[in-house]
């Protein structure tokens, strides 16, 4: 069994994936640049810094691309008091504890949206760490976050549980396994091409079924 489960926490424990594609969609709109929620609903969990020229090009990016980060960051604010946590994601916390693994929270979220995760998990005494912005040089899908992550657990084997084709191209760069959920809105069919080793519903789902799991 890995030593530890790196997790992440937008669109895997809380909620979030349509709410940031809203964000992100005023923040273009706000700035005089039209691209389709659907098109920014595929990059949602890319890197802030590489979101803009992702999904609107590298002129946009050049011209535009501070501007438009900073006003996702403010539409962003104005709906995470809407944001739930996903049921099961307390629960698998404290189940991934009992079977003897360290856990972390591996998120490249600014702090004050990590703080209001944390909140919402009401878990810390269970966690054995967490990540923020400030930690990672680059985020998904880069491997830095799931590497420091990994490094807050003390080091040795671990395993990635996320949402996005990203969470698992980050796992695979890093050396670890990962385990997917279909929660953040991409397919079974991506999570596994990504590198997904399993994937299930829904936390709740994982939860339930941790014993058939690779952290069984």
């Given at each position: 069994?890995?030593?530890?489960?790196?997790?992440?926490?937008?669109?895997?424990?809380?909620?979030?994936?349509?709410?940031?594609?809203?964000?992100?969609?005023?923040?273009?709109?706000?700035?005089?640049?039209?691209?389709?929620?659907?098109?920014?609903?595929?990059?949602?969990?890319?890197?802030?810094?590489?979101?803009v020229?992702a999904?609107?090009?590298?002129?946009?990016?050049?011209?535009?691309?501070?501007?438009?980060?900073?006003?996702?960051?403010?539409?962003?604010?104005?709906?995470i008091?809407?944001?739930?946590?996903?049921?099961?994601?307390?629960?698998?916390?404290?189940?991934?504890?009992?079977?003897?693994?360290?856990?972390?929270?591996?998120?490249?979220?600014?702090?004050e949206?990590?703080?209001?995760?944390?909140?919402?998990?009401?878990?810390?005494?269970?966690?054995?760490?967490?990540?923020?912005?400030?930690?990672?040089?680059q985020?998904?899908?880069?491997?830095?976050?799931?590497?420091?992550?990994?490094?807050?657990?003390?080091?040795?084997?671990?395993?990635?549980?996320?949402?996005?084709?990203?969470?698992?191209?980050?796992?695979?760069?890093?050396?670890?396994?990962?385990?997917?959920?279909?929660t953040?809105?991409?397919?079974?069919?991506?999570?596994?091409?990504?590198?997904?080793?399993?994937?299930?519903?829904?936390?709740?789902?994982?939860?339930?079924?941790?014993?058939?799991?690779?952290?069984?």
């Amino acid at each position: 069994m890995p030593r530890t489960a790196v997790l992440d926490i937008d669109g895997t424990l809380v909620d979030t994936n349509y709410h940031h594609a809203i964000g992100w969609f005023r923040a273009f709109k706000a700035n005089d640049v039209r691209v389709p929620i659907w098109r920014i609903h595929r990059h949602i969990g890319v890197a802030g810094d590489l979101f803009v020229k992702a999904v609107a090009g590298d002129e946009v990016d050049a011209s535009k691309g501070e501007a438009i980060r900073e006003a996702e960051s403010k539409f962003y604010a104005d709906l995470i008091d809407d944001v739930v946590l996903f049921e099961g994601a307390r629960q698998l916390i404290f189940s991934l504890k009992e079977a003897g693994c360290s856990v972390v929270l591996a998120s490249s979220a600014k702090e004050e949206e990590l703080n209001h995760y944390l909140e919402l998990l009401d878990a810390k005494d269970h966690l054995d760490g967490w990540t923020n912005a400030d930690d990672v040089d680059q985020a998904k899908p880069a491997p830095d976050v799931i590497l420091v992550a990994l490094e807050k657990a003390g080091g040795g084997e671990g395993v990635m549980i996320g949402d996005s084709t990203w969470d698992c191209e980050a796992a695979k760069r890093a050396g670890v396994a990962s385990i997917g959920v279909l929660t953040g809105g991409f397919s079974e069919d991506e999570l596994r091409k990504a590198g997904a080793a399993q994937v299930f519903e829904s936390v709740k789902e994982l939860e339930s079924r941790l014993s058939e799991t690779i952290l069984g």
